[in-house]
């Protein structure tokens, strides 16, 4: 299958295009292979609220949680069995991407258990659970940005685990990203470890932040206001990319990248548009810059593989125009530390109802196995 040429020149232009879905029928159908093959798809992400909608659909699953309920194990150890199966038969399919690029893509992620996102211990416990349990060495670890998610991310990355930082909204809170990063490839390297096994993305979320941005734009409601809808999210976006060169054009850096250091790559995460009357494809024309990954569910691959439009870099040019935007939405009454704040909790509570339905749907599987034949297993 040949590549398209929308996506190919994406790639060509430094963005890597990863897939932000997985599942067992996707696997099972080499779909996952045809996308890697024909739509440049190098690298794969997953969420709680992914794994949720693809156990309930279809009966991709039903095999391994009829020997999950004869085993007889626990609801959270079958929900590790069947993600982490995912996990490595994607990385598996990647894993000629992952060669050819030296290690910097071909890379898949699973995260975390999201009730973890507020303990720090806990977390780094989880990390390195579920880094022994896939095995995969271009696997990726996901670990919210909270605040307790900042030290686990130190304490992964000098364990010599590779990490996808998740649930990044806000400026300050990537500039604290990016200083977890090196301070745990500062451990590894006393340490002793490789550096350039070492990997990360951060993930900065895009349309969300419209979202809530633009609801709010609507209840004030001025000309004004309502002039700055579907601006916020691009120009967030792109002033973290001027964080990204900041932090990683610094003395301390440049310390790191002589020991074999490999640069934290922004990751624009949520970039499926949620608001209709926008261009369905803005969130990837528009955040276009060397180093970095957009992660997209299929839907949205596709559009750009039918209509979108590739220039060289539609970030760096507009820095001044992204801050100007920033201070404008502030003036109008846009409160930017509140904005943040409430999606980041409302991000971590969205994926632990979602990692709960999933709990919820393999008990009921389990308890059909083990249900059947006068109540003995499966």
Same mark, same amino acid.
């Given at each position: 299958?040949?590549?398209?040429?929308?996506?190919?020149?994406?790639?060509?232009?430094?963005?890597?295009?990863?897939?932000?879905?997985?599942?067992?029928?996707?696997?099972?159908?080499?779909?996952?292979?045809?996308?890697?093959?024909?739509?440049?798809?190098?690298?794969?992400?997953?969420?709680?609220?992914?794994?949720?909608?693809?156990?309930?659909?279809?009966?991709?699953?039903?095999?391994?949680?009829?020997?999950?309920?004869?085993?007889?194990?626990?609801?959270?150890?079958?929900?590790?069995?069947?993600?982490?199966?995912?996990?490595?038969?994607?990385?598996?399919?990647?894993?000629?991407?992952?060669?050819?690029?030296?290690?910097?893509?071909?890379?898949?992620?699973?995260?975390?258990?999201?009730?973890?996102?507020?303990?720090?211990?806990?977390?780094?416990?989880?990390?390195?659970?579920?880094?022994?349990?896939?095995?995969?060495?271009?696997?990726?670890?996901?670990?919210?940005?909270?605040?307790?998610?900042?030290?686990?991310?130190?304490?992964?990355?000098?364990?010599?685990?590779?990490?996808?930082?998740?649930?990044?909204?806000?400026?300050?809170?990537?500039?604290?990203?990016?200083?977890?990063?090196?301070?745990?490839?500062?451990?590894?390297?006393?340490?002793?470890?490789?550096?350039?096994?070492?990997?990360?993305?951060?993930?900065?979320?895009?349309?969300?932040?419209?979202?809530?941005?633009?609801?709010?734009?609507?209840?004030?409601?001025?000309?004004?206001?309502?002039?700055?809808?579907?601006?916020?999210?691009?120009?967030?976006?792109?002033?973290?990319?001027?964080?990204?060169?900041?932090?990683?054009?610094?003395?301390?850096? !440049?310390?790191?990248?002589?020991?074999?250091?490999?640069?934290?790559?922004?990751?624009?995460?949520?970039?499926?548009?949620?608001?209709?009357?926008?261009?369905?494809?803005?969130?990837?024309?528009?955040?276009?810059?060397?180093?970095?990954?957009?992660?997209?569910?299929?839907?949205?691959?596709?559009?750009?593989?039918?209509?979108? !439009?590739?220039?060289?870099?539609?970030?760096?040019?507009?820095?001044?125009?992204?801050?100007?935007?920033?201070?404008?939405?502030?003036?109008?009454?846009?409160?930017?530390?509140?904005?943040?704040?409430?999606?980041?909790?409302?991000?971590?509570?969205?994926?632990?109802?979602?990692?709960?339905?999933?709990?919820?749907?393999?008990?009921?599987?389990?308890?059909?196995?083990?249900? !059947?034949?006068?109540?003995?297993?499966?």
């Amino acid at each position: 299958m040949s590549a398209n040429e929308n996506l190919a020149g994406l790639s060509a232009a430094g963005v890597s295009v990863w897939l932000d879905d997985i599942s067992r029928g996707r696997l099972e159908t080499g779909n996952l292979k045809d996308l890697v093959s024909g739509s440049s798809v190098a690298g794969v992400t997953s969420n709680p609220s992914i794994f949720a909608a693809a156990l309930a659909k279809g009966s991709g699953y039903d095999e391994q949680i009829a020997d999950l309920a004869v085993r007889k194990v626990s609801v959270d150890e079958a929900a590790r069995a069947i993600t982490t199966f995912d996990i490595r038969w994607a990385a598996d399919v990647l894993a000629p991407v992952f060669e050819t690029t030296g290690g910097q893509d071909g890379r898949v992620s699973i995260e975390v258990d999201p009730r973890l996102a507020h303990q720090t211990q806990a977390t780094i416990a989880e990390a390195k659970a579920l880094w022994w349990a896939v095995d995969r060495p271009n696997t990726m670890i996901k670990i919210p940005a909270t605040e307790a998610g900042l030290p686990a991310i130190t304490a992964a990355i000098a364990a010599g685990i590779s990490v996808n930082v998740t649930l990044i909204f806000s400026l300050e809170r990537y500039r604290g990203v990016m200083d977890a990063y090196m301070a745990g490839l500062e451990s590894a390297k006393a340490a002793g470890i490789d550096l350039s096994t070492i990997r990360s993305v951060a993930s900065f979320f895009v349309s969300r932040v419209d979202s809530e941005i633009d609801k709010r734009l609507d209840g004030i409601g001025t000309d004004e206001a309502l002039a700055l809808k579907g601006k916020a999210a691009i120009a967030n976006a792109r002033l973290a990319y001027q964080e990204f060169e900041n932090a990683f054009g610094s003395a301390r850096w !440049e310390a790191l990248s002589a020991a074999g250091a490999v640069p934290q790559r922004p990751l624009w995460a949520s970039t499926s548009v949620k608001n209709p009357d926008y261009r369905d494809v803005m969130y990837v024309e528009d955040l276009i810059a060397p180093g970095t990954v957009n992660t997209m569910p299929e839907g949205t691959i596709h559009d750009f593989a039918d209509h979108g !439009e590739v220039e060289a870099d539609t970030v760096r040019p507009f820095y001044a125009d992204a801050a100007t935007v920033m201070l404008r939405l502030e003036r109008v009454g846009v409160d930017y530390a509140d904005v943040v704040k409430v999606l980041e909790d409302e991000g971590v509570e969205k994926f632990i109802v979602s990692w709960n339905q999933l709990l919820d749907q393999i008990r009921s599987k389990l308890s059909e196995n083990t249900s !059947e034949e006068g109540g003995e297993q499966k």
